[in-house]
């Protein structure tokens, strides 16, 4: 019992020092960095009292200019916290074939729906990247404009109907975006017309809902899984719910065997996807996994990201009416010049409106950070910093949108920043909501049409503003990796 005793005790000191030494490792580089809790590192208040940015935020504004980036921890891993726009401009684009991957989970073989294009590494993501892209061309965006309208039609009657009844014309107008972008993505990603405008229960939404929301495992598996992605693949893990798995497996399953048996084409993106199915499995064409992948991350990236845009955009517009009226007339100006046809070409001529989304996104970032994992020992334009190879890196995407050296007075809600001139001032790489270089978001016109559409009929037939209701300041889900905010966004709606 005595040597038992001794062994454990033994062992326990050991494993503390082990400890202890992993979370030396920024210290003994030299890298300016906080003294991380231990044992769990510099995220412990991750999702149970602090957004993720939250934690960045103070990292970032206290050794920004001394260092190119500053040392975290996730638990016992490095992370690199880039602080110099010229570095991530390095990382994104110049130097890109070192930090292709973002060093996040994905288990083809066991979690299929894990296999799409924001996880997948090397010549997986390569392949399926260039085959992808195709999809999200201008032409397919086009293509698709109509769809899109179709079901910016119906919510503008159903936001009519709501109105009418809703006491003094307040309305909680996030969930209904949701439905909106909700109806969109069922219709242009899984072939099924879901119309949760009208049914906001109905089964796609509510599992959309809950793949942005829950995971197979509890918290601190998941945090195990998100620290360690290539030992839980290794150990078979899986992140999604089964439940959620078996649903969108089947409805794709269901849309494949239809159009193949009837032909019918519909324009969309399934119809891209059908067309890169492989025919015998030897074609380098994709599988029917592959296929269900793709389009459930089109749902989990497009689901909440668009209609959270489209949120803070009213929300912002509703504080300031005279940027609200000014996008008004530029709606019906741009409108009346394309004899009041709402095509793809007259959105295109909506600057102002393209100013206002992007003033949104750099405001309310939905993705407030970016990832990336570097492949060498990486050496920084300053010899004394170096990022090793396996290295976390982290871009931290609210800061900059935030930094007033780049945006002054960062918290108010200004278009004009957009403007071209405007543009031309700031350095490269300090404005990223979709990302930059090779692996942006693929996705990133769809968003924007989306957001752009949405707003385009929201702002025309409706007058949105401040009520009691409305929060001074927006508190956000520290559950969540996305800007959502707690208590939703309440408005007063007037028709015009």
């Known amino acids: 019992m005595s040597l038992f005793l001794n062994?454990?005790?033994?062992?326990?000191?050991?494993?503390?020092?082990?400890?202890?030494?992993?979370?030396?490792?920024?210290?003994?580089?030299?890298?300016?960095?906080?003294?991380?809790?231990?044992?769990?590192?510099?995220?412990?208040?991750?999702?149970?009292?602090?957004?993720?940015?939250?934690?960045?935020?103070?990292?970032?504004?206290?050794?920004?200019?001394?260092?190119?980036?500053?040392?975290?921890?996730?638990?016992?891993?490095?992370?690199?916290?880039?602080?110099?726009p010229d570095l991530v401009k390095s990382i994104l684009i110049k130097d890109f074939n070192h930090f292709r991957e973002r060093g996040i989970f994905s288990n083809v073989r066991d979690d299929p729906l894990t296999g799409h294009l924001f996880a997948l590494e090397g010549?997986?993501?390569?392949?399926?990247?260039?085959?992808?892209s195709p999809a999200f061309s201008s032409g397919k965006m086009k293509h698709m404009y109509s769809i899109v309208v179709k079901v910016a039609e119906e919510f503008k009657k159903v936001l009519d109907e709501k109105q009418a009844t809703a006491a003094g014309g307040v309305i909680e107008i996030t969930d209904l975006l949701s439905c909106f972008t909700a109806d969109i993505i069922g219709v242009c990603a899984f072939g099924i017309e879901c119309n949760s405008?009208?049914?906001?229960?109905?089964?796609?939404?509510?599992?959309?809902?809950?793949?942005?929301?829950?995971?197979?495992?509890?918290?601190?598996?998941d945090q195990f899984i998100e620290a360690a992605p290539k030992l839980a693949r290794t150990l078979r893990m899986r992140q999604i719910p089964q439940d959620v798995n078996d649903f969108y497996m089947g409805i794709v399953r269901e849309t494949i065997e239809y159009r193949e048996r009837t032909g019918v084409k519909h324009n969309d993106l399934m119809d891209v996807l059908l067309e890169l199915k492989t025919k015998d499995g030897k074609d380098g064409g994709l599988t029917v996994n592959e296929i269900v992948a793709q389009a459930f991350v089109f749902l989990v990236a497009g689901f909440e990201t668009s209609s959270s845009t489209m949120g803070y955009a009213l929300y912002e517009l509703a504080k300031c009416q005279d940027i609200q009226n000014r996008l008004r007339a530029e709606i019906n100006e741009v409108l009346k010049r394309h004899n009041n046809q709402f095509t793809y070409?007259?959105?295109?001529?909506?600057?102002?409106?393209?100013?206002?989304?992007?003033?949104?996104?750099?405001?309310?970032?939905?993705?407030?950070?970016?990832?990336?994992?570097?492949?060498?020992?990486?050496?920084?334009?300053?010899?004394?910093?170096?990022?090793?190879?396996?290295?976390?890196?982290?871009?931290?995407?609210?800061?900059?949108?935030?930094?007033?050296?780049?945006?002054?007075?960062?918290?108010?809600?200004?278009?004009?920043?957009?403007?071209?001139?405007?543009?031309?001032?700031?350095?490269?790489?300090?404005?990223?909501?979709?990302?930059?270089?090779?692996?942006?978001?693929?996705?990133?016109?769809?968003?924007?049409?989306?957001?752009?559409?949405?707003?385009?009929?929201?702002?025309?037939?409706?007058?949105?503003?401040?009520?009691?209701?409305?929060?001074?300041?927006?508190?956000?889900?520290?559950?969540?990796?996305?800007?959502?905010?707690?208590?939703?966004?309440?408005?007063?709606?007037?028709?015009?």
């Open 123 to 132: 010549t997986k993501w390569r392949e399926l990247r260039h085959k992808l």
């Open 345 to 496: 070409e007259s959105m295109q001529d909506m600057r102002y409106m393209e100013q206002v989304i992007s003033e949104t996104l750099r405001r309310y970032p939905i993705l407030p950070h970016l990832v990336r994992e570097a492949d060498i020992n990486y050496k920084t334009t300053d010899s004394r910093f170096t990022i090793e190879k396996g290295t976390m890196v982290i871009i931290p995407v609210y800061e900059l949108h935030h930094d007033p050296e780049y945006f002054p007075n960062p918290e108010k809600f200004d278009p004009e920043r957009f403007s071209e001139a405007e543009i031309k001032t700031r350095p490269t790489c300090t404005y990223v909501p979709f990302g930059d270089g090779p692996r942006n978001c693929i996705g990133f016109r769809f968003g924007k049409m989306q957001v752009c559409i949405g707003l385009t009929y929201l702002v025309r037939h409706f007058k949105f503003s401040v009520c009691g209701e409305t929060e001074e300041h927006l508190n956000f889900l520290v559950e969540k990796m996305i800007l959502q905010p707690v208590n939703g966004i309440k408005l007063r709606v007037e028709r015009l």
């Open 197 to 221: 405008l009208r049914n906001p229960q109905a089964e796609f939404v509510v599992m959309g809902r809950k793949a942005n929301t829950e995971r197979r495992h509890g918290l601190l598996l």
């Open 7 to 84: 062994l454990l005790v033994l062992s326990i000191l050991l494993l503390l020092a082990f400890l202890k030494y992993s979370h030396s490792y920024w210290k003994r580089r030299g890298v300016p960095h906080e003294a991380p809790p231990f044992p769990w590192g510099d995220f412990k208040e991750w999702r149970n009292t602090k957004c993720f940015y939250e934690i960045l935020t103070p990292i970032y504004k206290k050794f920004k200019g001394i260092a190119p980036f500053a040392g975290m921890f996730m638990a016992l891993r490095p992370v690199a916290l880039i602080m110099d």
